[in-house]
């Protein structure tokens, strides 16, 4: 079955990291990168970057840079956001999309920041 | 940035037709994807290039796309459309993709 299962909710406190997984499975791994989309509670889709699915290209918006780290592990089909310097803005459901024109997502990860 | 403008409502009656705009400069030279989100879940891709429906999805929907407006056309619409939808193109001078921010449909 062609899915993504992302990692359960989170809770941290600010400035703390949080590290986001999401399971791909059905399809070839290393054919279809992963793009990271965030909402935060009632707002619009925002974009966070994406990586190639084997590690060879790696692109983040420009916002996030410095600040989050995306990366694979083909032995599991496995893609990690890595988010760090948590702000109570950062708050949001974060989810995963397979980047061949974002045609497959996950169920999305909450994020909770507070203190 | 490239910015991507979309109301934030549209009401419609049930069987009638409901048109969401997205405005952005030019956007006309540019490929737009559509998504329809539904409250608690992931959103669905319901249009792509433009005027593309992934297998599943209703041949209601429908999209064009022309000079600085791009549109989503539900023709025929059900209580079951009620659901945010975001337009998306990729901002190629700045290599990020962007997204509207989101219209409600509302059914009556």
């Known amino acids: 079955q062609v899915q993504l299962v992302q990692s359960g909710p989170e809770v941290r406190t600010p400035g703390a990291s949080v590290k986001v997984s999401c399971k791909t499975s059905?399809?070839?791994?290393?054919?279809?990168?992963i793009s990271w989309v965030r909402q935060a509670p009632g707002q619009g889709l925002e974009w966070m970057g994406w990586?190639?699915?084997?590690?060879?290209?790696?692109e983040y918006a420009r916002r996030f840079q410095g600040r989050v780290t995306m990366t694979t592990d083909t032995s599991t089909n496995t893609v990690y956001m890595e988010l760090r310097s948590l702000k109570s803005d950062d708050m949001a459901t974060y989810y995963c999309?397979?980047?061949?024109?974002?045609?497959?997502w996950g169920r999305g990860t909450r994020v909770t920041v507070s203190s | 940035s490239y910015v991507l403008t979309q109301s934030s409502s549209v009401s419609v009656a049930p069987g009638r037709t409901a048109r969401i705009t997205c405005g952005g400069n030019?956007?006309?030279?540019?490929?737009v994807n559509w998504f329809q989100q539904k409250p608690g879940q992931a959103p669905v891709l319901v249009v792509y290039?433009?005027?593309d429906r992934p297998s599943g999805i209703p041949e209601r929907f429908s999209g064009s796309n022309s000079g600085n407006t791009a549109t989503l056309a539900i023709s025929r619409v059900e209580v079951g459309d009620e659901a945010d939808y975001y337009c998306?193109?990729?901002?190629?001078?700045?290599?990020?993709?962007?997204f509207g921010g989101g219209t409600k449909l509302t059914v009556l």
């Open positions: 999309a397979r980047a061949s024109g974002f045609d497959l």
């Open positions: 059905g399809y070839s791994f290393t054919k279809y990168g």
């Open positions: 990586i190639s699915g084997d590690s060879g290209n790696i």
């Open positions: 030019k956007i006309g030279d540019k490929t």
């Open positions: 290039d433009e005027t």
């Open positions: 998306q193109v990729w901002d190629s001078s700045s290599d990020e993709w962007v």
